[in-house]
Each structure stands twice: as structure tokens, then as C-alpha cells.
């Protein structure tokens, strides 16, 4: 089973600061099967990035999407109010799927 | 646009069995382009798959929950169920159920979640 470690935890950032969110594999993963979710308190997830890099419909062009193999990551160029949030890896291989711990974006 | 929405119990007893169901708001269930899953969190905790399945009759249920997960789907109500056997307080989280789209390779569309319980 591959294991996503995301990092940091917590990410304390200002408004119109960048964001840079980390998920690293136990083990090679398709860039194909590499998404991001956003999650505000009290809400279901909300697919942002699917296939590594592609933004889902409507998901706005500040946020971007890069990586392979077993290092991926996550920009927000510059945090608008709504954008803190937790953030999760999740990634698909052999059957299985698994969710990164996440990483908590709040307000410095 | 599609909706899913989750339904059952809010509190079970440990060592009882959970049943939850899903219903989508179209017939999209017996799309091939779809597979149905269940996922959950515990209170202030990650998000951990429990299990997928798709019209073919094809399901993947995480290691973990292997042998306590059973899913099943009824296309003439257009739902997809949960049966989650000897249930614990370890068990207590949010649950939701979701829809992965094989184009996107992710999990597009999720209901609102519902807080099950396990307590006497």
C-alpha cells in the first residue's frame, strides 16, 4: 500500500502570500491518479487538481498542480480569504486508494 | 448538477452493524465511466477510503476493512450501500459518499457526509 506523507502540517501564511503544499509517496505513483482536495470546517471535500496538474471546473487559476513520480505538490500563487483550508493528497494504484494527512493553510 | 446523499443511522451500538446508503440524484449509477465509493473521518482526523464499487458488480475495499465491509448497489433506486460489521468507537467519523470519475481519475462528486455514532 503507498503511504502520502504531506508536509508542512501547518502552513500559517498571510492573504496575497504564495502557498507551497508538499505530498511525497512511499513508492512511485502515476501522475495520473495524483488529486487534490480543499476542505473548509464542516464541509465535504472539493476536488481542486486531478492527474497531478489539471484544475477541476471551476477550481480558480491561482492554484496549480505539479509533481511525479513520488514528489507532487500543490501552489496557490497569492491566498485569498477563502482559500484557508486543509488540503489533501490522494493518490490511486493496484485497487487501492489513500488520502495524505493533509496540511492545515490558516491565517498568519 | 449530479448530487449524492447520504442516509442511516446517527448512532449505532459497538459490536452492532452499520448500514448506509447513498442515492444519487440521476441515473448515472449504471454509467461504466463511474465508480461509487465510501469514505470517512473521524472527528478533527484525515480522510480514509473504505471502499468502491461500480454497476459491473466489480468492488475494492481497503485492507484494513476488509473482512467488515460489505457494498452493494441497486441501479432501480439509483443508491449504493454500506454494511460495516462490529462496529467500535474507533469507527465513529463523519461519512461520505463519493463519486470517482475514471476520465478525471479522482473523486469529483461528494454528498454532505453523516456523523455515525458509536456509543451505549
Same mark, same amino acid.
Given at each position: 500500500?503507498?503511504?502520502? %506523507? ?7 501564511? #498571510? $492573504?496575497?502570500?504564495?502557498? %507551497? ?6 513508492? #512511485?505513483? /502515476? /501522475? ?12 465535504? $471535500? ?6 497531478? /496538474? ?5 477550481? $480558480? ?6 509533481? #511525479? ?5 500543490? %501552489? ?24 495524505? $494527512?493533509? %496540511? ?5 | ?25 440521476? &441515473?448515472? !449509477?449504471?454509467?461504466?465511466?463511474? +465508480?461509487?465509493?465510501? !469514505? ?14 461500480? +454497476?459491473?458488480?466489480?468492488?475494492? +475495499? ?7 465491509? !460489505? ?19 474507533? &469507527?465513529?467519523?463523519?461519512? +461520505? ?6 476520465? &478525471?481519475?479522482?473523486?469529483? !462528486? ?11
Amino acid at each position: 500500500e503507498i503511504v502520502l %506523507t504531506q508536509s508542512p502540517g501547518t502552513l500559517s501564511l #498571510s $492573504p496575497g502570500e504564495r502557498a %507551497t503544499l508538499s505530498c511525497r509517496a512511499s513508492q #512511485s505513483v /502515476s /501522475s495520473s491518479y495524483l488529486a487534490w482536495y480543499q476542505q473548509k470546517a464542516g464541509q465535504a $471535500p472539493r476536488l481542486l487538481i486531478y492527474g497531478a /496538474s489539471s484544475r477541476a471546473t471551476g477550481v $480558480p487559476d491561482r492554484f496549480s498542480g505539479s509533481g #511525479s513520480g513520488t514528489d507532487f505538490t500543490l %501552489t496557490i500563487t497569492r491566498l485569498e480569504p477563502e482559500d484557508f483550508a486543509v488540503y489533501y493528497c490522494q493518490q490511486y494504484g493496484n485497487f487501492i486508494f489513500t488520502f495524505g $494527512p493533509g %496540511t492545515k493553510v490558516d491565517i498568519k | 448538477q449530479l448530487q449524492l446523499q447520504e442516509s442511516g443511522p446517527g448512532l449505532v451500538l459497538p459490536s452492532e452493524t452499520l448500514s448506509l446508503t447513498c442515492t444519487v440524484s440521476d &441515473d448515472s !449509477i449504471t454509467s461504466d465511466n463511474y +465508480y461509487w465509493a465510501w !469514505i470517512r473521518q473521524p472527528p478533527g482526523k484525515g480522510l480514509e477510503w473504505i471502499g468502491s464499487l461500480n +454497476y459491473g458488480g466489480a468492488t475494492y +475495499y481497503n485492507p484494513s476493512l476488509n473482512s467488515r465491509v !460489505i457494498m452493494s448497489l441497486d441501479a432501480s433506486k439509483n443508491q449504493f450501500s454500506l454494511r460495516l460489521t462490529s462496529m467500535t468507537a474507533a &469507527d465513529t467519523a463523519v461519512h +461520505y459518499c463519493a463519486r470517482y470519475r475514471w476520465n &478525471d481519475d479522482a473523486f469529483d !462528486i461528494w454528498g454532505r457526509g453523516t456523523m455515525v455514532t458509536v456509543s451505549s
